[in-house]
């Protein structure tokens, strides 16, 4: 079957990279929708398909499937739009600009049963894969703590200066860096080890490049299980040397460059019998179009990501432990 994508905002930083993946893959364009004309244009002659309204595009009998890379404020909105048509949507992460958009989101893409999905591609990587299987077959016991870190050095070299500048906005993005990059690492951390309870955090600004906006930021996390869990996520680093550690009572891991594994002798080693890579995020939902094994995330569980990021943000802002509703855990 041909598959024919609608874009639904263009506006995202990964949207050049998921523009290039679709023209590798040979997949058409429909049509190509902003409220920007300008980027509306340069990404419609870039998938070679035509600019459209947002209504138009809903209504656009060609189109197999939609992509949501607009900024993350315009989200509910577009998928409100796009929903009622029950076609395939991905929308780039965030879902939602708030708690609240996104709970909004999750019920609409559940009432049309829409084959969604996310950019949560860290999920598919050999290293994670293998270690989440540890994880599930008890290799390191009780686990008590655990710890994970996504930073590059965006603010630095000044990423967001110019066409991605709302990336930084608040107001356009609902998050600041810690949103932006810490998402990725919660999605993997309620993945691996379950649901949590109560959450707090702490921001900067860091080097102050961009105003009003969280540069850098720590969280602390109490899993339903137990387990404590902490993370990092900001734009003022130069290098990110690992990305999880996981500490049980029968051994613990690190994983940067390489998985290291270490049983109840507490000798790291590297670990080698990797798991196969998945695919995941873009690329996943994008093979099960073409009608390839992929998983899939599903609407509540990019929902439950942003409820608890929501909830971060709250305690930071606020100094204070924040409850995730139980309907979130």
Same mark, same amino acid.
């Given at each position: 079957?041909?598959?024919?994508?609608?874009?639904?905002?263009?506006?995202?930083?990964?949207?050049?990279?998921?523009?290039?993946?679709?023209? *590798?893959?040979?997949?058409?364009?429909?049509?190509?929708?902003?409220?920007? +004309?300008?980027?509306?244009?340069?990404?419609? @002659? /870039?998938? *070679?398909?035509?600019?459209? +309204?947002?209504?138009?595009?809903?209504?656009?009998? !060609?189109?197999?499937?939609?992509?949501?890379?607009?900024?993350?404020?315009?989200?509910?909105?577009?998928?409100?739009?796009?929903?009622? +048509? &029950?076609?395939?949507?991905?929308?780039?992460?965030?879902?939602?600009?708030?708690?609240?958009? %996104? @709970?909004?989101?999750?019920?609409?893409?559940?009432?049309?049963?829409?084959?969604?999905? +996310?950019?949560?591609?860290?999920?598919?990587?050999?290293?994670?894969?293998?270690?989440?299987?540890?994880?599930?077959?008890?290799?390191?016991? $009780?686990?008590?703590?655990?710890?994970? %870190? /996504?930073?590059?050095?965006?603010?630095?070299?000044?990423?967001?200066?110019?066409?991605?500048?709302? $990336?930084?906005?608040?107001?356009?993005?609902?998050?600041?860096?810690? &949103?932006?990059?810490?998402?990725?690492?919660? !999605?993997?951390?309620?993945?691996?080890?379950? %649901?949590?309870? %109560?959450?707090?955090?702490?921001?900067?600004?860091?080097?102050?490049?961009?105003?009003?906006?969280?540069?850098?930021?720590?969280?602390?996390?109490?899993?339903? /299980?137990?387990?404590?869990?902490?993370?990092?996520?900001?734009?003022?680093?130069?290098?990110?040397?690992?990305?999880?550690?996981? $500490?049980?009572?029968?051994?613990?891991?690190?994983?940067?460059?390489?998985? $290291?594994?270490?049983?109840?002798?507490?000798?790291?080693?590297?670990?080698?019998?990797? @798991?196969?890579?998945?695919?995941?995020?873009?690329?996943?939902?994008?093979?099960?179009?073409?009608?390839?094994?992929?998983?899939?995330?599903?609407?509540?569980?990019?929902?439950?990501?942003?409820?608890?990021?929501?909830?971060?943000?709250?305690?930071?802002?606020?100094? *204070?432990?924040? /409850?995730?509703?139980?309907?979130?855990?």
């Amino acid at each position: 079957m041909s598959i024919k994508l609608g874009w639904a905002g263009v506006g995202h930083i990964h949207t050049p990279g998921f523009s290039g993946e679709v023209l *590798k893959r040979g997949i058409e364009c429909a049509g190509v929708y902003d409220h920007d +004309t300008d980027r509306a244009k340069k990404n419609a @002659e /870039n998938l *070679k398909g035509p600019v459209q +309204t947002l209504a138009e595009l809903a209504n656009n009998k !060609d189109v197999t499937a939609y992509v949501v890379t607009s900024e993350t404020v315009h989200h509910l909105e577009i998928v409100s739009a796009l929903a009622k +048509t &029950g076609k395939p949507i991905f929308v780039e992460k965030p879902v939602g600009f708030n708690a609240t958009q %996104s @709970e909004a989101l999750f019920k609409a893409l559940s009432q049309h049963k829409n084959v969604f999905s +996310t950019g949560y591609f860290m999920r598919g990587s050999a290293q994670m894969q293998t270690l989440k299987k540890l994880v599930d077959d008890r290799h390191f016991g $009780m686990i008590t703590r655990v710890r994970a %870190s /996504n930073c590059h050095s965006g603010a630095l070299g000044g990423w967001f200066d110019t066409d991605w500048r709302w $990336m930084a906005d608040k107001s356009r993005a609902g998050v600041g860096a810690f &949103g932006d990059l810490g998402t990725h690492v919660l !999605d993997l951390l309620l993945w691996m080890f379950g %649901s949590v309870h %109560s959450v707090t955090g702490a921001f900067a600004n860091g080097t102050a490049r961009y105003e009003n906006c969280d540069e850098l930021g720590e969280a602390i996390l109490k899993f339903s /299980n137990g387990i404590i869990g902490t993370m990092a996520a900001g734009w003022d680093d130069v290098a990110d040397p690992h990305r999880l550690m996981v $500490m049980g009572t029968k051994g613990y891991a690190t994983l940067g460059s390489d998985l $290291m594994v270490a049983g109840e002798d507490g000798k790291l080693v590297k670990y080698e019998q990797l @798991e196969p890579a998945k695919p995941a995020g873009f690329n996943g939902w994008l093979d099960a179009l073409e009608g390839k094994p992929a998983d899939l995330v599903t609407p509540k569980e990019a929902t439950n990501r942003d409820v608890v990021m929501g909830a971060i943000y709250d305690g930071a802002e606020h100094h *204070k432990w924040v /409850n995730i509703p139980a309907a979130w855990h």
